[in-house]
Each structure stands twice: as structure tokens, then as C-alpha cells.
């Protein structure tokens, strides 16, 4: 459809290695992304998932070793894919003696080791934590194309901020709840509207017009018709796929 409409012909295959193949597979995923963060601030209903539970970003160190014979006065920690970086600021805690338990800022060694300030007495087990002066917690988020809440026990957490691959907050939980947007590649294009569908050839053809047969001026005016036409009519016609109480009585009043 997308490309009869720029005058192409369509295409019979998708793994031809012509040119409009190779652009349209080029451009797809990445313009299917683009559409599915174009609706509303929560996104089209159909590509909304919700995750509950997920637990605060920490490991387990399985060991302490004296690591001042490479850099003085500091104690290693192994602890498997701690997430940590060179500078974060970092709580030790739980320890099975607690002679490490504390904040402290880590240096990266490996994705599985670091060290900090401190003398060695004895190798332990405990549990690192990543911290901040200004978000205290973190969590890692689910693959996804935008997180638009977090919450706790349903009721939604009001500092909260997108940092990577991460949810920074400094209100004090050990697990919260997501709902986010999910990426293109995670939806069966069989669950896609026909709503949305309009939406999605729409924006191809905003793409294609330049990328395809070079008509930049066609490209802007299809851009046009899409934010101020299509657009706000598939938002529309998303808003529909909820309960909405009714506040109008009069036709019951009227014995209805």
C-alpha cells in the first residue's frame, strides 16, 4: 500500500535485493518504533504491558581480597555482573561479618569485579547495592521502547526518571511495578488495529518519499496530513477501547 502510493510497484517479496526491498527492510523497524511512541503519552492500548515486581538493582559479592598491591589501600569485591561503574557510589551491606558494610565509591575493574577504599581484614559474602547523592535506587527496566510508569502498590512513584537501561527513584521500595511500551519486534503484526495500521503506512510513505524517490516537498506534505489528520483520528479511535462512564442520565431520565 505504502509504496503504490508513491507510484512504486509493489513488492512480491520482502528478501529481493532490489532497492525499494532494501530500503523498506532498512527503514521498517525502525519506523515501526518511531509509530508505536506516536500516540498518546501511554501509547497505543494494544502495545501496552505492565510488569510487576521488578526487584531493585543489586548482586551478591562472593568474595573480598586484598587489592593493595596494585592500588594501595583498597579491598577487591567479586560479585557477577554488578552493573557498576567507575565514580557510582555504591552500598555494601548484609555482610556475613559486616566489616565492609557501608557506601562507597567503586572503581570498575571487570564487569565481575571492583575495588574501594578500605583496609582488607577478611573475604566475606554481602550484597552491593548501586546508590546516588541524588536518586537512591534503581531498577532495571524491562526491552522496551518507553517506560511511562512506575509504581508501588499501585500508586505511582512521583521522582521516578529514566537514566539507560535503568528507573531511578529515591523513594524507598525493594521492588516496583512498570507499564511500558513494547518494542515492534515483540508484537505480532496479526495484533496490529487497523487504526494504527493507517498510521504506520502513513509514516512509511513520510520516510520513503525522501528516502525512496527523493521528493522531499512530498515527504513534508504527507507529514502534514499525517500529525493533523490520520493521527489525531487513530488516538481517537484508541481512546474508545476502555470503559468510560456515562455522566449524561438524561436519556434514562427520559424512561429509556
Avoid at 508513491?6 to 518504533?33: H, K, M, Q, R
Avoid at 502495545?47 to 598491591?69: E, K, L, P, Q
Avoid at 565514580?87 to 574501594?116: C, P, R
Avoid at 490520520?230 to 468510560?244: C, K, M, N, S, W
Amino acid at each position: 500500500m505504502t509504496l503504490i502510493k508513491l507510484g512504486e510497484e509493489p513488492l512480491t517479496v520482502t528478501t529481493s535485493t532490489d532497492s525499494p526491498t532494501n530500503v523498506l527492510n532498512a527503514i521498517y523497524p525502525i519506523v515501526l518504533d518511531e509509530t508505536l511512541s506516536m500516540s498518546s503519552e501511554k501509547g497505543w492500548k494494544f502495545a501496552n504491558a505492565r510488569i510487576s515486581s521488578v526487584d531493585v538493582n543489586n548482586t551478591a559479592i562472593t568474595a573480598f581480597a586484598d587489592h593493595s598491591g596494585t592500588v594501595s589501600g583498597t579491598v577487591l569485591a567479586t560479585s557477577t555482573a554488578h552493573g557498576l561503574l567507575t565514580g557510582d557510589l555504591a552500598t555494601i551491606k548484609d555482610g556475613s561479618i559486616g566489616a565492609y558494610d557501608g557506601d562507597e565509591v567503586v572503581t570498575k575493574v571487570t564487569d565481575d569485579t571492583f575495588y574501594f577504599t578500605a583496609t582488607f581484614s577478611a573475604t566475606e559474602t554481602a550484597t552491593v547495592q548501586w546508590t546516588s547523592e541524588r536518586k537512591a535506587y534503581r531498577f532495571a527496566v524491562p526491552s522496551s521502547n518507553i517506560v511511562f510508569s512506575s509504581s508501588v502498590g499501585g500508586l505511582e512513584l512521583t521522582d521516578w526518571v529514566r537514566e539507560g537501561q535503568f528507573i531511578l527513584t529515591s523513594q524507598e521500595s525493594t521492588d516496583i511495578d512498570m507499564e511500558y511500551i513494547r518494542l515492534g519486534s515483540a508484537l505480532a503484526v496479526t495484533n496490529f488495529p487497523s487504526h494504527f495500521v493507517k498510521v504506520l503506512y502513513w509514516n512509511l510513505m513520510v520516510h520513503l518519499a525522501y528516502d525512496l524517490v527523493q521528493n522531499r516537498a512530498l515527504s513534508e506534505q504527507l507529514l502534514v496530513e499525517l500529525e493533523n489528520i490520520h493521527l489525531p483520528r487513530a488516538i481517537g479511535l484508541d481512546a474508545r477501547e476502555q470503559y468510560v462512564e456515562e455522566t449524561d442520565t438524561s436519556w434514562v431520565d427520559e424512561g429509556h
